[in-house]
């Protein structure tokens, strides 16, 4: 049986302990869009918070034919950019903390900010669309339907977003041509 059967049969069962188990499977991948979209472990814990209200008020309405962690990602995307909307700027992400261990923990810490920093200057939608793709690894029909986009907008999205994203590092210094 996998996660997802899992997760629905208890939600028949007991609708409270399936979403318990849902939470329990998907709560890190929630947390993790959440907290690279806004940078701060406050804001995400408040996305997460809003994330699994929808959740649980929506959840009958996902096909038992899908997987959930497309449809999931689609709400934890959703609750990002109206917090960002609402917010009207945009807050560079910071990766967590990577540990000490010598100068090239030092140097990976730092080429993660320069990253994070660099996709905080993207466009939303942009955004969303390399973090689903890179750090969750969606696939880009995944990221579609997560963003209720055609596949090929998204593939658009990717491109242009790797592309401005090298230009970024390139203008920092800390890539090559």
């Not at 208890?10 to 409270?16: A, L």
Request: glycine fraction near 6%.
């Amino acid at each position: 049986m996998t996660a997802d059967e899992g997760i629905r049969k208890e939600w028949k069962k007991n609708r409270q302990a399936g979403f318990t188990l849902l939470c329990e499977t998907y709560g890190r991948t929630v947390y993790s869009i959440c907290y690279r979209y806004t940078g701060s472990r406050e804001d995400a814990l408040d996305l997460v918070q809003e994330t699994y209200i929808r959740l649980y008020s929506s959840f009958d309405r996902i096909r038992p034919d899908l997987p959930i962690r497309p449809w999931l990602c689609r709400i934890s995307a959703n609750v990002c950019l109206n917090f960002l909307r609402d917010r009207k700027n945009t807050v560079p992400l910071q990766e967590d903390s990577m540990g000490a261990g010598g100068q090239e923990a030092f140097r990976q810490l730092d080429d993660w900010i320069l990253l994070d920093r660099c996709l905080g200057q993207l466009p939303p939608d942009m955004r969303m669309a390399l973090i689903l793709r890179h750090r969750q690894d969606l696939t880009c029909r995944e990221i579609a339907e997560a963003m209720e986009l055609p596949e090929g907008t998204v593939k658009t999205l990717l491109h242009r977003g790797r592309k401005r994203l090298r230009e970024m590092l390139m203008k920092s210094g800390e890539m090559e041509a």
